[in-house]
């Protein structure tokens, strides 16, 4: 699976997805009907699997619903590759209002950081500290009980 987003136009982005599949293609022929309702290239897979022919018709209609397409490229005996688009607003970057009113009352104040996960005291520590915040961080509760004695 790949996924590609790019920015369009007054704050839009279509987003890219495909989807490629080493299976046995599908011929021209084929490819023609398969966005069509209740209809399957190979029915004797509906009567192994079940399924009813509508996957792809209502994926196309939801592509289409969200501004977007929905398509295949295949060669008999080379595969398949399925792909859609959306369109979406692209989502604001700014902070949230609250954040910007509290940090005064979070500025100098102490804070322990206790996770086993270093990755995760990082990140909490970097962002406590951006609030103005003064970190302490401990990998354990052992660890934190002796931060909270000294």
């Given amino acids: ?28 022929e084929n490819q023609k009907r398969l966005f069509q309702s209740f209809s399957q290239v190979d029915s004797s897979t509906t009567r192994r699997f079940g399924g009813t022919g509508l996957g792809l ?31 979406t607003a692209v989502a604001p970057t700014t902070r949230p209002p609250f954040l910007a ?23 909490l520590q970097q962002q406590v500290i951006s609030w103005g915040m003064k970190a302490t961080v401990a990998a354990s509760g052992i660890e934190a009980l002796r931060c909270l004695e000294d």
């Fill in 101 to 123: 009113t509290n940090q005064p009352l979070l500025a100098d104040k102490q804070v322990l950081i206790v996770d086993d996960n270093a990755t995760n005291r990082h990140i």
């Fill in 1 to 28: 699976m790949c996924v590609d987003s790019q920015i369009i136009e007054n704050g839009l982005a279509r987003t890219h997805f495909s989807v490629k599949d080493t299976g046995i293609g599908i011929s021209k």
């Fill in 57 to 87: 018709a209502i994926s196309q209609q939801l592509a289409e619903l969200m501004g977007g397409q929905m398509w295949v490229e295949s060669e008999e005996g080379k595969g398949a590759t399925f792909h859609f688009t959306i369109t």
